[in-house]
Every structure is written in C-alpha cells, then in structure tokens.
C-alpha cells in the first residue's frame, strides 16, 4: 500500500517582495505630498495675489474719489509733493543688508463733498464731529505703526514693528479745515501710551496749525494730531496759504522734524479687549499693509515745445514729452530734470528737507500746477514671498491722476 504524503504550504511575501513594496508605497506618498504641498502653496499664493488686488483695488477707488473733487489752483486750492523722501530698511526680514526705500508723500485739497469726519469726537464715543469744514486736506503716504498696546513700535527702519519694509503702511488721512473752533470733548490722557490728549484738537487760534508744523517755527506740532487721534483741524483755507507762503512748506508735513519723526501714527492690531475711541481713531487712516516704496512723481509743462525746444513763450497747455512723444515724469530724481530755465511762465522751485525735495503748487504758481499725478507703491504679501516683474518682492501699483487746472 503506498502512502500519499500531503505537503501545505503557507502563502507569503519574501523579504525581497517587501522591500520593493515598501519602496513604492513611499514613493506614491511622496508623490502625493508633493502634489498636495505643491496645491496648497498655490491656493495659498492665489489666495495672497486676490487679497493684494482687492487692497489696490479699495486704494485706486479712494485715491480717484480723492482727485475728482480736487479743489484747482486758486485761494482754495493746493497740491504738495514729497519727493525722493528716502529711508534705508531691510525690506525683508531675511535680506542681508539694508536698501534704500522710497518714502515719498502726497498731499492735496479736495472738496468735502460727502466726507465726514470719522476720528472720535470724545473719549466715550466712536462718533465723529460735526463741523463746518468745506474743505479737506487729503494726505497719501507710509504711516508709522505702534505696538498693539499703544506703546511706540520704532520709526521706519528701526528695531521693532517697522523694521522691515515690506511691513509699512500706507495711509490716507482725510483733514478736515474749518474756519471756527469744533466742539470736542476731553480725551483721556494717555501719555504713557504715546499720547497726551487734551481738552480740543489743535491750538484754539487761526493760523497755528500749519506753522507748528514748520522747521521755522519754536513750537512741536501737537501730538493729538500726528498722534492719530484727531481728523479736524481749526486752520481756514486762507490761513493754510498764507502760511505756505510765508515759511514754505519745510518739515512740518508728515516728515522728520529736527531728528523727531511727526508721522501720522497707526495701530493695525489693536491690543485685543482695548477699544478705547482713542485706539480706534488710529485704525481709520489705514489704507494698505505691507507697502515699502512710495513714489510721487507729475506731470507738467515747464518747457517750451519738448522734444524740439523751440520758445513759444507761453504754456503749450500739455505735460512736456521726450523724443519719443513720451510723457515726462518729473521728480527730484528724475531724467530729464525739472527745466531750471524760465520759459516765460515761471521755474518749479522746491524747498529741501533732508534727502527730500517738497514741490509746493498753491495759487502764486498756478502756472506751473501739474497736469497728471502718478503714484506707484509696491506691495507684499503677508509672507514676502511674491515677486515682481522686476525681480524684486513684491508687486508694483501705478495709479494716474488728474489735477483739476
């Protein structure tokens, strides 16, 4: 009898057949996480390009509203460009070196319009005042950011909330002018936060608040102001001229004073359970985070017939073009330079504040106003991963304006 011996045997991988298993179940993973890394840092790009279109398109809208209702040169009127206003910042957190960062501001009067003030009027209410402005002064250019305690956060450029470039503001701060003195009640007095605030918004008499502001005048400006607190200012039309005219524009715009920086001061997050009005009137002027250079620069006809040249003796009515029938945009810096040679109509002169030149156009040079204004600031996003056309972080805006003539 012969015997049949049954043999079992247990199915299973070899090491070998493991090992390769491994390998593509890793791969696969790997594959997969780059695929979704990949997604996720382009939604998130996306994300920041979207958030950066609306916050230019919200200051394009701001800045054309503002230029429509430009007040021209007459006794109402004026424009003020800080040019080539220069401040030396890393721009980014991990750049090896400073650069130099434009920093140039843009002022102008418009009719009030619609406007109303939004500052509060008082230390326990949100409300604005009511006044009788006509006129505001409209100001466009980099704020300075404090702590979100209300402690000072350090100038552009510094140790601290400003030290990166590409982590500045910009602005716009809506003033209101009125001929008689607002009602306002007391503001809490915070002078350990940065600010005393006392009973009124500026110096109760006519004419004191431009010439506080000048490098030729004694007194400082009144913290409430630059402070933030405070969008109405007891200064008439006429007196705002009148002091232009007799101390020239100097340092007492937004700019740095005697080695004492006078920028408008912004909170951007405020310290969270403190909403005192005084901690709110410092949000409103915000316009765009994450904002390094800001360039000014205009337009005009301060030479006879570019590119031939040829005297006429009188305003060809159109901005001067080069050879190319470009137009010309004009600045400190810029090529060609503004004509140091009356063509019969006058010569653009600027006063000089540190690197600065400030180009004043009020109701003495009419002739001379500007026909187009450009502003162009490049923005960031809130990592400092975008690039630029150029090469350089960020992205640039370039918004043109029309002067009302």
């Not at 004694?218 to 409430?224: E, M, V």
């Not at 004009?330 to 019969?344: E, L, V």
């Amino acid at each position: 009898m012969t015997r049949i011996r049954h043999t079992s045997r247990h199915a299973g991988f070899t090491l070998m057949e493991l090992l390769v298993a491994i390998s593509v179940s890793l791969g696969l993973i790997l594959f997969v996480s780059q695929i979704m890394g990949t997604t996720s840092r382009a939604v998130s790009a996306g994300f920041d390009s979207s958030q950066l279109l609306q916050s230019a398109r919200v200051a394009t809208e701001h800045l054309d509203s503002d230029a429509l209702l430009m007040t021209g040169p007459s006794a109402s009127g004026g424009v003020i460009v800080i040019s080539n206003d220069t401040v030396s910042s890393k721009v980014l957190p991990n750049d090896s070196a400073p650069t130099t960062v434009r920093d140039d501001q843009l002022y102008f009067v418009r009719e009030r319009g619609s406007l109303y003030p939004v500052a509060p009027s008082q230390d326990d209410t949100y409300s604005g005042t009511s006044n009788g402005a006509s006129n505001v002064r409209v100001f466009y250019g980099h704020g300075r950011k404090i702590n979100p305690n209300g402690n000072d956060g350090g100038a552009l450029g510094a140790s601290g909330v400003n030290q990166y470039a590409s982590q500045w503001v910009l602005v716009r701060q809506a003033l209101f002018l009125c001929n008689t003195a607002p009602a306002f009640g007391n503001y809490t007095d915070n002078s350990s936060k940065g600010a005393k605030v006392a009973s009124g918004i500026l110096p109760a008499s006519a004419g004191t608040y431009w010439a506080n502001w000048s490098s030729k005048a004694p007194s400082a400006p009144p913290k409430k102001l630059y402070g933030g607190y405070c969008d109405v200012a007891l200064q008439s039309l006429a007196d705002y001229h009148a002091d232009i005219e007799a101390n020239g524009p100097g340092a007492y715009l937004y700019t740095t004073n005697s080695g004492t920086d006078y920028r408008l001061r912004v909170n951007t997050r405020p310290q969270a359970g403190e909403f005192e009005p005084w901690r709110v009137a410092q949000i409103h002027p915000i316009l765009i985070e994450n904002v390094s250079d800001i360039v000014v620069e205009f337009a005009g006809d301060y030479t006879d017939n570019l590119p031939s040249g040829a005297p006429d003796g009188a305003p060809d009515g159109e901005p001067d073009v080069n050879a190319s029938g470009e137009i010309i945009w004009y600045s400190s810096t810029s090529t060609p330079a503004i004509p140091t040679t009356d063509p019969g109509w006058g010569v653009l002169t600027a006063d000089t504040v540190g690197t600065a030149k400030v180009y004043t156009f009020s109701n003495s040079n009419r002739a001379l106003w500007p026909y187009l204004i450009r502003v162009r600031y490049r923005m960031h996003d809130r990592n400092g991963n975008m690039m630029g056309v150029d090469g350089e972080p960020g992205r640039i805006v370039e918004q043109i304006i029309g002067v009302t003539r």
